[in-house]
């Protein structure tokens, strides 16, 4: 097959990498517009169960990714300066720069394409390959260009969000969440190097207007933020890589495929970083297509339909505990009263799918304490 994929983020290079090794007849172009060292995140987040996924799918490209990763067994919930640790979470983290690396030169080696600095403003610039896939990210160009066709539907939540780095490393994933005279302030934070932790800010919009950040430089907004988490970060500044205030937007589409176009990973559906499962679903759905197309060879319409038959329903089970999860965040301060481990409690059992006895078997130690606690 002659294959153009439209994004060189981890959807689209780890599908390239999984069709190439699968028949190396495939001519495989990837378009990115970016260059090949720019990424604008900081690090990514992989559970025990996705990392599972990877090894399935190609045991070389997870051996050699996993290489270098930070791994933590627990996570924190940092409420009232109070540290809750809860059990039996296992996060691997690594830079996302190191992901992209990998799949790159991963790529390279099996022989796919690979076009940097390079915007597709017309899909007929392509020539007439035999599928197009479309992992051109959130605001992806391609099914903007479909929209009628793919009707997507995008949903702009209301909290507030600027991504930064800093050199304090959170050693397990820690949510803290503080107080001031301006509001709310949450903090995602997590360790995915020897040197840096990403350090994700969160307010709600009424917050972010009391304290000036809507007319706030980028500066003054690291530096306000850095001034909350002080105690947190200790002698460490927040590093800024292009750290705008930004929304979280929700994308799902009515149609995921048109004529031989696929939708694939943030293009196709975003899952909120709050459950850490962006990547992940975008490099599951890589999955998912290149099986399909090993089933039912160049038969692309039988693919797609395989493809979103075995995708869709875990996309809209995603997306529902995330709609969850988001609405947690964004009612945030009904919870505040709450003392730490009911606090810490009502977080994991935020998006319905934990229950009392699931979160039990998790961490015995932390739903005894919550069952000891006095009631509110």
Same mark, same amino acid.
């Given at each position: 097959?002659?294959?153009?994929?439209?994004?060189?983020?981890?959807?689209?290079? /780890?599908?390239?990498?999984?069709? *190439?090794?699968?028949?190396?007849?495939?001519?495989?172009?990837?378009?990115?517009?970016?260059?090949?060292?720019?990424?604008?995140? %900081?690090?990514?987040?992989?559970?025990?169960?996705?990392?599972?996924?990877?090894?399935?799918?190609?045991?070389?490209? /997870?051996?050699?990714?996993?290489?270098?990763?930070?791994?933590?067994?627990?996570?924190?919930?940092?409420?009232?300066?109070?540290?809750?640790?809860?059990?039996?979470?296992?996060? !691997?983290?690594?830079?996302?720069?190191?992901?992209?690396?990998?799949?790159?030169?991963?790529?390279?080696?099996?022989?796919?394409?690979?076009?940097?600095?390079?915007?597709?403003?017309?899909?007929?610039?392509?020539?007439?390959?035999?599928?197009?896939?479309?992992?051109?990210?959130?605001?992806?160009?391609?099914?903007?260009?479909?929209? #009628?066709?793919?009707?997507?539907?995008?949903?702009?939540?209301?909290? *507030?969000?600027? %991504?930064?780095?800093?050199?304090?490393?959170?050693?397990?994933?820690?949510?803290?969440?503080? #107080?001031?005279?301006?509001?709310?302030?949450?903090?995602?934070?997590?360790?995915?190097? *020897?040197?840096?932790?990403?350090?994700?800010?969160?307010?709600?919009?009424?917050? %972010?207007?009391?304290?000036?950040?809507?007319?706030?430089?980028?500066?003054?907004?690291? *530096?306000?933020?850095?001034?909350?988490?002080?105690?947190?970060?200790?002698?460490?500044?927040?590093?800024?890589?292009? !750290? !705008?205030?930004?929304?979280?937007?929700?994308?799902?589409?009515?149609? %995921? +495929?048109?004529?031989?176009?696929?939708?694939?990973?943030?293009?196709?559906? +975003?899952?909120?970083?709050?459950?850490?499962?962006?990547?992940?679903?975008?490099?599951?759905?890589?999955?998912?297509?290149?099986?399909?197309?090993?089933?039912?060879?160049?038969?692309?319409?039988?693919?797609?339909?395989?493809?979103? !038959?075995?995708?869709?329903?875990?996309?809209? +089970?995603?997306?529902?505990?995330?709609?969850?999860?988001?609405?947690?965040?964004?009612?945030?301060?009904?919870?505040?009263?709450?003392?730490?481990?009911?606090?810490?409690?009502?977080?994991?059992?935020?998006?319905?799918?934990?229950?009392?006895?699931?979160?039990?078997?998790?961490?015995?130690?932390?739903?005894?304490?919550?069952?000891?606690?006095?009631?509110?």
């Amino acid at each position: 097959m002659d294959i153009a994929i439209i994004g060189g983020g981890p959807a689209g290079l /780890y599908f390239a990498l999984l069709m *190439k090794k699968h028949d190396a007849r495939h001519r495989i172009r990837v378009y990115e517009q970016n260059r090949a060292d720019a990424t604008y995140g %900081w690090g990514v987040v992989f559970s025990d169960v996705a990392l599972g996924f990877l090894a399935d799918a190609d045991a070389d490209f /997870y051996r050699k990714f996993t290489a270098g990763h930070e791994r933590c067994d627990y996570m924190e919930i940092v409420h009232r300066g109070v540290h809750v640790q809860v059990k039996n979470n296992h996060f !691997s983290r690594a830079p996302r720069i190191a992901l992209l690396g990998v799949l790159q030169d991963e790529c390279r080696k099996a022989g796919v394409e690979l076009q940097f600095g390079t915007r597709v403003g017309d899909l007929a610039s392509l020539g007439s390959p035999d599928l197009i896939v479309a992992a051109d990210g959130v605001n992806s160009a391609v099914r903007s260009r479909h929209a #009628e066709h793919f009707q997507p539907e995008i949903e702009t939540r209301r909290n *507030k969000f600027a %991504w930064y780095g800093t050199r304090q490393l959170f050693h397990p994933v820690s949510l803290i969440f503080k #107080e001031n005279a301006d509001g709310i302030f949450i903090a995602h934070s997590y360790q995915y190097s *020897k040197e840096l932790s990403t350090f994700l800010v969160e307010t709600d919009p009424d917050t %972010w207007r009391r304290a000036g950040l809507d007319q706030a430089s980028d500066e003054e907004s690291r *530096k306000y933020c850095e001034a909350v988490f002080a105690p947190e970060l200790g002698s460490n500044e927040l590093l800024s890589n292009r !750290s !705008s205030w930004f929304q979280a937007s929700v994308v799902r589409n009515a149609r %995921w +495929t048109h004529g031989n176009i696929v939708l694939l990973g943030d293009a196709l559906r +975003t899952v909120h970083f709050s459950l850490g499962s962006g990547t992940r679903m975008a490099m599951q759905d890589a999955i998912a297509l290149q099986a399909a197309f090993a089933r039912h060879g160049s038969d692309v319409a039988a693919a797609f339909a395989d493809f979103e !038959s075995i995708r869709r329903p875990a996309s809209a +089970t995603f997306q529902e505990a995330a709609a969850k999860s988001l609405g947690w965040y964004e009612n945030i301060a009904g919870k505040m009263a709450l003392d730490p481990i009911p606090f810490a409690y009502d977080y994991m059992r935020r998006t319905g799918r934990v229950g009392h006895e699931d979160l039990r078997e998790r961490d015995p130690e932390l739903v005894a304490r919550y069952e000891a606690a006095p009631a509110p």
